[in-house]
């Protein structure tokens, strides 16, 4: 059998077996090993490592598209100077030793002061180091309870919400919040509690919940996210406006 035919059988094998990356990768990389007289054992490590590397791609890709990220804001656009987030608090939840222990991360501040973008580019930090995460808005807490009303299947709601390893819940505190999006909101964070992390951001410290939800659930939500928590406080004035007063907010126009 002369070389390309067993190539071609070794593609179609690889088809079989459904292995995708070995089989895209197998004509190259089998031309390749036989020029220059790899041992078997060097070609076919080579193959298994295209397998592996492209499954981790497919993997960390179905992370990110289903952790539903709001910006695409990441640690290669942030300035860890410019935060008033202490460095060497930055510094640590970098290491994401927090997700592994199960605890969870406060940012609290003025508007426009890096929270978002910090948790958002924890988020996909976590997403590169193989954990699942999953965003959500207080409204979308709020839709997911209205939504079970008529089935009684608010449980399973939250259950599927636990499948992840780190949700983020972001903008608390801009507006009231009803009865239904609070009750979202404790579910969420009693249903967690020591089970997976949780990393909020909020206009407000909370221990002022209770100004924007029904006290009690806001004290027992409360009581709960605070037990394991890193907080961090921001600190000065918004960085958009900052950046927008300087002309960085916009690609200047041609005249």
């Not at 295209?50 to 993997?59: F, H, K, L, T, V």
């Not at 890709?61 to 290669?76: I, V």
């Not at 003025?110 to 409204?139: D, M, N, Q, V």
Request: neutral net charge; charged residues 25%.
């Amino acid at each position: 059998m002369n070389p390309p035919h067993a190539i071609e059988k070794v593609v179609s094998q690889l088809r079989t077996l459904r292995l995708p990356y070995m089989r895209r990768a197998a004509p190259e990389l089998l031309k390749t090993a036989r020029s220059q007289r790899w041992d078997p054992a060097e070609a076919l490590s080579a193959l298994l490592e295209e397998e592996i590397e492209g499954r981790a791609r497919s993997s960390r890709a179905q992370r990110l598209k289903s952790a539903n990220l709001p910006s695409g804001k990441t640690f290669a656009t942030w300035d860890e100077d410019l935060s008033s987030i202490p460095l060497p608090t930055q510094r640590a939840l970098r290491t994401l030793e927090w997700i592994e222990r199960r605890e969870n991360v406060v940012a609290c501040g003025p508007a426009g002061t890096g929270k978002s973008h910090f948790l958002e580019a924890l988020a996909h930090r976590a997403i590169e180091r193989g954990y699942k995460a999953s965003w959500f808005s207080l409204e979308e807490l709020g839709r997911l309870i209205r939504g079970s009303r008529a089935d009684n299947s608010a449980l399973r709601a939250v259950q599927k919400i636990l499948k992840v390893d780190l949700i983020v819940i972001d903008d608390i505190g801009l507006l009231p919040i009803d009865q239904e999006t609070a009750e979202g909101f404790f579910r969420v964070i009693d249903a967690a509690y020591e089970r997976r992390s949780i990393a909020l951001s909020s206009n407000l410290h909370p221990s002022r919940f209770d100004e924007i939800m029904p006290k009690s659930l806001a004290n027992a939500a409360v009581d709960r996210l605070l037990h394991h928590t890193h907080p961090c406080q921001t600190s000065g004035d918004s960085i958009r406006l900052t950046q927008a007063l300087a002309g960085e907010g916009v690609m200047p126009l041609e005249q």
